[in-house]
Each structure stands twice: as structure tokens, then as C-alpha cells.
């Protein structure tokens, strides 16, 4: 209470510096709930990553080169040219299920078969092909497999791929292998090759390099055989590798 100069009474109140205190307390505690609030927010809307390696391609020991190129079906040389957007995979009932993928848009510069004994030819691509990859974001959710490969626009690569066909009866591709299928051109004092971080193939001489390393590999696959052609060896061993796949 302050005394009012010539009169006796008092008058209840706060001073000018107790009231500019007060005021500045309820401020900032309004900012600092203002801040928690955005925060708290920020961490609900953050996207949510789901890590997953259903393939056990991540184990470099697991899949040789050599093996990647004896069940690929062609090899792809070219550039990346741009990823849709993510979408949901859709079950045999039509429902979506809780697993994404991504196409990515390749433009073949060449194409060549990586171990074809009855094919010659390489085969007619068109000028864009659809490359699919497990994984994606689709709002605030993601998903990632350590083992998939990994593509970007703007890429120079060599694609290992493998033929699919979806519900509607359009073709795209995935990589064989994972990661260990795509290799990234790279260029080190004039010469250039591809790799996927743990092999190397010279770009020079491409496509003999890996058919000569594919049809060795066939010949020797668990030891030369009497009995079995190298055609017949591939075929018994994609049927193990799909086997081994199904059961991991």
C-alpha cells in the first residue's frame, strides 16, 4: 500500500516494477511453452524410419560378384534418370501392404546379356526402362533395407538386373544382388571402371569381361562336372538361389 502525500488513507496496489516483472514472467514462460509445443510436434511429424535386410544381401561374404552375374538376367549401362514417388505394395486381396517401393527411370546406353548360352543377342531395350526398388517415403513414414541398392539421379551405373513382370503385365526390372548388383562408374587417372565398393570391373572391354567371368564361374560352380552342361549347372543353382531366399 502506498500513502497518497497529504492524505491519510492508502491505496492497495503493485508497483510500476512489480507489475513490468510480473508481466515479463508470464511472457516467457508463454515462449518457453510455445517451444516445448513446436518441438513435441516436430518429433511426431519427424518421418519414421523402419530398417529391414529381408534378403541377406547385406553380408558381402554371402553373394559373390560371380554369383550376381550368374542369375542376373542382362546388364545395363546407363544413367538414372529420375524416382517416382513412392507407393505401397498391393496384395493378392488388393490390399496395401506394409512394404514400399520406388521405381526409378534408367536410360540404357547398352545392354548386353551377362550368361546366356542359347542367346546371342543382346536384348532390344527401350529408351527408358523401370528399375524397382524395396523402400521408400510415403508422408511421414519411411522405409530402408541396408541391402537394397540405392539409385540417384544423375547416376552413371552399371545395373545387374533381373526381368519381372506386375499384375497388369508391364515389364520393369530389379536389381539382382542388392547393393553388390549396382556399380557406379567412377574414373581414376584416365581410366575409367565400375564399382559397387567392393569389386571393380574396367569399363574397357565390359561385356566380355563379365560374360568370360560369368561362363568360368558356370564351368566351376562346385567343381567341374562330367555330367552337366553349364547351361544346367545355371538352372540348378538359380533353383537353389531362390530356395536359399525363400527360406532366409
Given at each position: ?6 492524505k491519510g488513507?492508502?491505496?492497495i496496489g503493485k508497483?510500476?516494477?512489480?507489475r ?5 514472467t508470464?511472457?516467457?514462460?508463454a515462449v ?7 518441438g ?16 541377406g544381401?547385406d553380408d558381402?561374404?554371402?553373394l559373390?560378384l ?7 538376367d542382362?546388364?545395363v ?7 517416382a514417388?513412392s507407393q505401397?505394395?498391393?496384395g493378392?486381396d488388393?490390399?496395401?501392404l ?6 526409378a ?6 545392354a548386353f546379356l551377362?550368361?546366356k548360352?542359347?542367346?546371342?543377342r ?6 527408358e ?15 530402408t533395407?541396408?541391402?537394397?541398392a540405392?539409385?540417384?539421379p ?7 538386373l533381373e526381368?519381372?513382370e506386375?499384375?497388369?503385365?508391364a ?17 581414376k ?6 564399382t559397387?565398393?567392393?569389386d ?18 558356370a ?12 547351361g544346367?549347372?545355371k538352372?540348378?543353382n538359380?533353383?537353389l538361389?531362390e530356395?536359399?531366399?525363400?527360406d532366409?
Amino acid at each position: 500500500m502506498l500513502p497518497i502525500p497529504g492524505k491519510g488513507c492508502f491505496v492497495i496496489g503493485k508497483t510500476k516494477t512489480q507489475r513490468t516483472t510480473g508481466g515479463m514472467t508470464v511472457k516467457k514462460m508463454a515462449v518457453i511453452a510455445v517451444v516445448i509445443g513446436c518441438g513435441l510436434l516436430v518429433y511426431l511429424m519427424w518421418p519414421k524410419t523402419i530398417s529391414a535386410d529381408p534378403t541377406g544381401y547385406d553380408d558381402e561374404q554371402k553373394l559373390t560378384l560371380e554369383d550376381v552375374l550368374l542369375h542376373a538376367d542382362l546388364a545395363v549401362v546407363g544413367t538414372v534418370d529420375a524416382l517416382a514417388l513412392s507407393q505401397w505394395r498391393v496384395g493378392e486381396d488388393g490390399e496395401n501392404l506394409d512394404m514400399m517401393y520406388t521405381d526409378a527411370t534408367v536410360r540404357p546406353a547398352q545392354a548386353f546379356l551377362t550368361y546366356k548360352p542359347d542367346e546371342k543377342r543382346p536384348p532390344s531395350l527401350p529408351e527408358e526402362i523401370t528399375v524397382r526398388l524395396d523402400g521408400g517415403k510415403i508422408g511421414w513414414k519411411k522405409q530402408t533395407y541396408r541391402s537394397e541398392a540405392v539409385l540417384e539421379p544423375g547416376e552413371d551405373v552399371l545395373l545387374l538386373l533381373e526381368e519381372r513382370e506386375d499384375s497388369s503385365g508391364a515389364i520393369y526390372y530389379t536389381v539382382c544382388g542388392g547393393r553388390w548388383g549396382k556399380l557406379t562408374r567412377q574414373e581414376k587417372d584416365g581410366t575409367v571402371s565400375y564399382t559397387n565398393g567392393r569389386d571393380e570391373v574396367p569399363a574397357e572391354g565390359l561385356e566380355e569381361n563379365l560374360q568370360q567371368i560369368t561362363e568360368e564361374y558356370a564351368n566351376s560352380y562346385n567343381g567341374a562336372s562330367d555330367y552337366y552342361t553349364a547351361g544346367e549347372i545355371k538352372e540348378m543353382n538359380e533353383a537353389l538361389f531362390e530356395s536359399n531366399n525363400q527360406d532366409e
